[in-house]
C-alpha cells in the first residue's frame, strides 16, 4: 500500500499548482457570492464585518422597472442567437458540401472562419464605422436602392437585430466547419448507392446528409441550451449606447453598471448569482441531455 | 450513367450555390477590407466618403500618427508581456493537470474528485463583483499577474489534452516505468513530444486569447499607462470620450481624421491575427474537431 502511494505522490504533486490556482481564482471568488446577502463595504473587505441583509438585495431588483426588460432582452437576443447560431452554420455546412471546385470550398471556409478570430473589440470598431448613419458604406450601399437611412446601432427596434446579426456574422464560419468536419465523416458509399437508385440532390441531403450528422445537431444544440443567459457581453459592451439600454442591456451588461459603475455590490452580486444559478441549472441539464442522446462525455 | 460516380455535377444550382457561397464569403472579409482602405486614406478622402475597398489619395499619417504615441507602444508591450507570461503559464499547467487526469481512477486515488474541481469551474463562477473585489484584496490589481494568473488553469485545453494523452498507447509508459522514469520524466521525454500538434494547437489558442483579450485589462488595470493593446483600442475606438488622449493635438496635425485613425488603430489591432491566420486555422480545424465532435 504504501509503496503504490510512493508511486501516485508525483501526480497529486503535479495537480498541486493547478489546484491552488483554481482555488484562489476561481473557488475563493465563488465564496465572495456571500456579497449578494450583505450591504457590502469594499473597505472592510472580502471577509471582513459586513452587515447582513438577507434576500434585500434581490427583492430590490426584482422591483426594480428596469430588470423585467433586461431579463427579457437577454433571453430574446440570446435565444435567436442560438437559433440562428445553428441553422445557418448547417444551412451553409450543407451547401458547402454541394461544391465540386475544392479551390472554391477552401476558400470559402477561410474566409468565413475570419471573424471569428477578432476580439469584439476589433469588430465592434468595424461595425461602430461600416453601421454609422453619417458616411456608414452600409448605409451608403443602401441607399442605391433608395433605403433611407437607419442608425443601426442607435435605434432601440434596430438594435437587437444587429446584435444577432453581427453575431451570426462573426460566429457562423465556426459552426460550419464543426458540421463540415461531421458531413466529411459520412461514408461515400451511401451517396453512391442513393445516386444509383436515382436519388437527387434534395434526397441525398434529407436522407445521408442530415440523418448522417444527427448527432453533431443534437450535441451542438444541447449544449448552446446551457448559455441561454448569456446574450453576449463583450459584443454588447462594445456596441450598445445609452440610447439603446431599453432594447439591448442585457444581465451582464447590467450587472457591470449597476456594479461597477453606481457601486452598488451587493445588488450586482444579486444579479450575477441569479444569473449564476439558473445558469448552472441550464449547463448541468444540457449536458445530462447530451450524455443521454448523444453519449457525450467531458471526461 | 457516366455521371454514376460523381455526385457533384456542373448545373444551374451548382453555379448558384457557388456565387452564393463566394458573396457570403466577401460579406465576411469585406468589412475588414474597407476599414484598411480607409485607414490608409487622407483624411479628406475618408471624410467625405469617398474610400469603398481601395486608399484614396494613399497616406501613412494615421500609422505615423499612431506609432508616434507612447501609449501605443506601451500597451503593445503589455500585450506582448501578457502573451510572453501566460501562453508558457498556460501549457505547463494544462499539461501538469492533463497528465494526472488521464490516468484510470485505480492508478489514481480521488481522481473524479479532482476532475471534479477542475469541471466546476467551467459551470459556476462568482460573477463579477466577487471575481473583482478577490482580485483587488490580493493587491493584483494594476499588475501584469491579474491578466494572467486568474485565467492560468485553461479547464478546456485540460479536456482536450487529456483526451489526448489517453490516446498515447500504455506500453510506451510502462517501457519508460520499466526503464526507471519517474512520472515527471515520462511526461517530460515521452507525452510531450509526441502531443506536439496538440500543444501548438493549445499553444495558439491561448495566444489569441491572450491577444484579444480586452475586459480584464480594463477592469483591473486602473492607470491606463498598463491596459493592453485591446484594451487601449477599446478605450480610444469604442469610448468616445477620452482623457488620456489629446484630441486638439489630434485636430492640430489635420492630416488625420478621427476616423482614419481609429481605422489603423482597428487594423493594427488585428494585424497579428490576421498574419497568423493560416497557421490559426489549419491548427484550430483540428482542434475543434478534436474538442466538438468527439463522443
Known amino acids: ?299 | 450513367m457516366t455521371t454514376v460516380h460523381r455526385s457533384k455535377k456542373f448545373d444551374g444550382i451548382s453555379v448558384l450555390n457557388a456565387t452564393f457561397l463566394i458573396l457570403v464569403s466577401l460579406l465576411c472579409i469585406l468589412p475588414l477590407i474597407h476599414i484598411i482602405a480607409v485607414s490608409f486614406s487622407s483624411s479628406a478622402a475618408a471624410s467625405a466618403g469617398y474610400v469603398r475597398l481601395w486608399p484614396v489619395d494613399f497616406t501613412f499619417a494615421s500609422y505615423m500618427y499612431t506609432m508616434s504615441r507612447t501609449e501605443f507602444w506601451q500597451s503593445m508591450l503589455v500585450s506582448l508581456t501578457r502573451i510572453g507570461i501566460g501562453t508558457p503559464l498556460n501549457l505547463l499547467l494544462t499539461i501538469l493537470v492533463a497528465y494526472p487526469l488521464s490516468k484510470e481512477s485505480h492508478a489514481l486515488r480521488f481522481r473524479s474528485v479532482y476532475a471534479w474541481a477542475f469541471f466546476v469551474t467551467m459551470l459556476f463562477n462568482g460573477g463579477l463583483i466577487p471575481w473583482y473585489t478577490t482580485l483587488k484584496e490580493y493587491g493584483l490589481l494594476d499588475s501584469i499577474w491579474a491578466l494572467v494568473l486568474p485565467g492560468a488553469v485553461p479547464v478546456f485545453s485540460v479536456v482536450l489534452l487529456l483526451n489526448f494523452f489517453r490516446e498515447i498507447p500504455k506500453e510506451l509508459e510502462e517501457a519508460a516505468l520499466i526503464d526507471g522514469a519517474g512520472h515527471f520524466r515520462t511526461v517530460w521525454s515521452i507525452f510531450v513530444p509526441i502531443s506536439k500538434p496538440a500543444l501548438a494547437t493549445l499553444a495558439l489558442f491561448s495566444m489569441v486569447e491572450h491577444w484579444n483579450s480586452w475586459f480584464d485589462g480594463l477592469l483591473l488595470m486602473g492607470n491606463p499607462a498598463n491596459y493592453p493593446l485591446q484594451s487601449y483600442i477599446q478605450t480610444i475606438v469604442i469610448q468616445q470620450n477620452l482623457s488620456n488622449m489629446s484630441r486638439d493635438a489630434m485636430l492640430d496635425l489635420a492630416l488625420i481624421s478621427d476616423r482614419t485613425l481609429k481605422s489603423s488603430q482597428i487594423f493594427l489591432g488585428s494585424l497579428p491575427i490576421i498574419l497568423a491566420y493560416p497557421f490559426l486555422q489549419k491548427y484550430f480545424v483540428k482542434g475543434i474537431v478534436l474538442g466538438s465532435v468527439k463522443g
Open chain 1, 1 to 299: 500500500m504504501r509503496t503504490k502511494l510512493r508511486k501516485e505522490l508525483p501526480l497529486h504533486l503535479m495537480l498541486l499548482p493547478g489546484l491552488v490556482m483554481i482555488i484562489l481564482f476561481s473557488y475563493v471568488p465563488m465564496a465572495g457570492v456571500m456579497i449578494a446577502f450583505q450591504k457590502f463595504i469594499p473597505a472592510k473587505g472580502l471577509f471582513g464585518d459586513q452587515k447582513w441583509v438577507g434576500l434585500d438585495n434581490f427583492e430590490y431588483v426584482m422591483n426594480l422597472p428596469s430588470f423585467t426588460q433586461v431579463l427579457w432582452n437577454t433571453l430574446f437576443i440570446s435565444s435567436l442567437k442560438l437559433i440562428l447560431g445553428l441553422i445557418i452554420p448547417l444551412v451553409f455546412a450543407i451547401l458547402l458540401n454541394e461544391l465540386a471546385s475544392n479551390v472554391i470550398k477552401r476558400s470559402v471556409q477561410t474566409a468565413i472562419y475570419l471573424p471569428y478570430f477578432l476580439s469584439w473589440v476589433v469588430l465592434g470598431g468595424i461595425l461602430i464605422d461600416i453601421l454609422s448613419p453619417s458616411g456608414g458604406i452600409v448605409n451608403e450601399f443602401l441607399g442605391w436602392f433608395g433605403v433611407s437611412k437607419i442608425f443601426f446601432l442607435g435605434d432601440n427596434d434596430w438594435f437587437p437585430f444587429t446584435l444577432i446579426a453581427s453575431d451570426v456574422w462573426k460566429n457562423f464560419g465556426y459552426g460550419t466547419i464543426v458540421y463540415l468536419a461531421a458531413i466529411t465523416g459520412i461514408d461515400p458509399g451511401l451517396y453512391e448507392a442513393a445516386t444509383i437508385d436515382g436519388a437527387n440532390r434534395w434526397h441525398k441531403t434529407w436522407h445521408i446528409t442530415i440523418p448522417g450528422i444527427r448527432m453533431v445537431i443534437v450535441l451542438l444544440s444541447v449544449l448552446s441550451l446551457g448559455q441561454l443567459l448569456n446574450a453576449g457581453f463583450d459584443q454588447v459592451f462594445n456596441l450598445y449606447s445609452p440610447q439603446v439600454y431599453e432594447s439591448g442591456d442585457i444581465l451582464d451588461t447590467f450587472v457591470y453598471r449597476i456594479g461597477l459603475l453606481d457601486a452598488q455590490y451587493g445588488v450586482a452580486t444579486a444579479v450575477g448569482f441569479f444569473k449564476s444559478i439558473i445558469s448552472l441549472t441550464l449547463i448541468s441539464s444540457s449536458y445530462f441531455l447530451a450524455y443521454r442522446f448523444a453519449k457525450y462525455r467531458i471526461f
